[in-house]
């Protein structure tokens, strides 16, 4: 089978929906971003889409396979990626008050710290088990793989440069400075309930 204009259309526009809808990446770019300054959002974007890239080329590569004849894996990816949110709540709770600091993030820090976050992210895993293995047909040659995984991250990463961009205006970090301990534990919270559904939710 080979790829057709029509499939990789389709899965951009889903693949678009998905990064439109709120959800812990789209927090996590946005904190990153408003405290580090645009380096840091950029590189935090990077991060995001090289892991969700990789969830995409697991799915093409059989990842569907290898949660439904070991479903214990998904439930091991599930609950780290829980935790992990549930750590990063935590820690921005406990520091809602601290002041910006004027060093930002180390550039491979941020990149590692999206990469994390999106490894353990259900919504990542589910699009990329799910959606992917729907809209693209099996036995896609080589090549055809590789297109589909570098159309994703080029895609995810032209979308959260594009965020970071406009996130780091004077305007809006101005603002967000003046409400930081509020917008801090908004986020906070909003992090440890995804964390604690994943946990709970069977």
């Known amino acids: ?82 935790l992990y949110l549930i750590w990063i709540a935590i820690q921005t709770w406990r520091h809602s008050r601290d002041p910006l600091g004027d060093a930002p993030k180390p550039r491979g820090q941020a990149i590692l710290s999206g990469m ?15 959606v992917i293995v729907v809209v693209f047909p099996k036995g896609l040659a080589a090549a055809d793989i590789v297109a589909i995984v570098l159309n994703h991250w080029l895609l995810e990463l032209a979308f959260y440069t594009l965020l970071a961009l406009a996130l780091s205006t004077p305007h809006i ?18 992090l440890g309930a995804l964390g604690l559904r994943l946990i709970l939710e069977k």
């Open 116 to 130: 994390l976050l999106n490894l353990g992210n259900p919504k990542s895993m589910l699009f990329a088990a799910a």
């Open 173 to 190: 970090r101005r603002g967000y400075v003046s409400l930081k301990p509020v917008f801090d534990r908004i986020a906070a919270t909003l």
């Open 1 to 82: 089978m080979s790829l057709t204009l029509a499939e990789l259309v389709a899965f951009n526009t889903i693949l678009l929906a998905a990064l439109l809808s709120p959800g812990a990446a789209m927090l996590f770019i946005t904190k990153a971003t408003v405290t580090g300054g645009r380096a840091a959002g950029i590189a935090t974007g990077i991060g995001l889409g090289t892991a969700a890239a990789m969830w995409t080329l697991a799915a093409l590569l059989g990842l569907e396979a290898v949660f439904t004849f070991f479903p214990w894996t998904y439930t091991v990816l599930k609950i780290g990626g829980a």
